[in-house]
């Protein structure tokens, strides 16, 4: 799908050709939709095609005709039974006239441009725009791992009430998103410092601040990343522990009752061997059998006081 937008009356407004000067936006472009960009923008087919490839990094490309800003942006895999945060790459070409972005998905990143909810956005001013989609980018970035912070909240809440393995899942998939995280701000970051050092985007006065605080929003999104990371996995090696320690109380347990019950196994198996009446113990007694049952319980009850004073049960 390829969008073009221009700012008409101080509005940001959607046209169906291309203008002459604004924002072409490609969402899950088809191959005849990149051949028609390439061909009206005379930019080569692999920088065109460079953010539909899942593994590509973070990068700056300056050709004669164009300069290309690929970052790695967040997104939420809704089609799962749980949600998956991962990254998508974006490119961002900057031609005479005209700002190209092109990603695989259709993120919240620039919906706000689209919409024109987004403030100060001016499809026909690049070096603010491009500064503009960098702020969000790490502005997205930071709302994710909140929502993240809160999910290991909750699934550790759950862990304490239930002690599933849906929670210790759930864990496992935040942490790959956090993996996932990571790797895309630091390869951002990178993006972000070359655009310091160089003149690949034109620095305007006005647009000095904004470009510091994408990279200030990054930073503070790396070390959140970094710090929640650590937390689960903490929270993932208590999680094993206490379920290894749950198994071994279990384990206790049962072989206390083992040994508990042996006790009139053992009386019981004796008198069940096929022996001589007059060689065992009140085998001929007209109660012998209420006492031996009640003697067997008897031994099982001072052995069950016995682990209990010792606090084997605990």
Not at 154 to 165: D, I, P, R
Not at 268 to 294: E, K, Q, R
Request: charged share 25%; net charge negative; aromatic share 8%.
């Amino acid at each position: 799908m390829v969008n073009y937008y221009v700012e008409r009356n101080h509005k940001v407004e959607c046209v169906p050709e291309l203008p002459e000067c604004g924002w072409v936006q490609m969402i899950e472009p088809e191959e005849d939709e990149l051949r028609t960009v390439a061909r009206d923008f005379e930019l080569p087919m692999e920088t065109i095609k460079a953010a539909l490839d899942l593994d590509e990094r973070s990068r700056i490309d300056v050709d004669d005709n164009y300069r290309m800003i690929l970052v790695n942006i967040p997104t939420r895999e809704e089609t799962s039974d749980r949600e998956l945060y991962t990254t998508v790459p974006m490119s961002i070409i900057l031609t005479a006239r005209h700002v190209i972005t092109i990603c695989s998905k259709d993120t919240h990143i620039l919906r706000g441009f689209a919409n024109g909810s987004e403030r100060d956005f001016h499809p026909g001013k690049q070096s603010r725009f491009v500064f503009q989609i960098l702020y969000a980018t790490a502005r997205r970035y930071l709302i994710y791992l909140r929502l993240i912070e809160k999910k290991s909240d909750t699934a550790e809440l759950e862990f304490g009430q239930k002690q599933k393995n849906k929670e210790l899942l759930e864990l496992m998939k935040l942490e790959k998103s956090l993996v996932y995280f990571s790797t895309g701000l630091r390869s951002n970051e990178a993006v972000l410092e070359k655009l310091v050092r160089t003149d690949v985007v034109r620095k305007y006065a006005e647009d000095a601040d904004l470009l510091e605080d994408a990279i200030v929003e990054n930073k503070q999104a790396i070390e959140m990343a970094k710090i929640n990371t650590e937390i689960l996995a903490n929270m993932s090696n208590t999680f094993a522990s206490v379920i290894s320690n749950n198994l071994n109380v279990a384990m206790k347990a049962l072989a206390i009752m083992t040994v508990v019950m042996e006790i009139p196994t053992m009386v019981f198996s004796a008198y069940g061997m096929n022996v001589a009446a007059d060689s065992m113990p009140l085998a001929t007694h007209p109660y012998a059998f209420p006492i031996l049952i009640g003697g067997s319980a008897l031994i099982s009850v001072i052995a069950t006081l016995i682990f209990l004073k010792v606090k084997l049960f605990k």
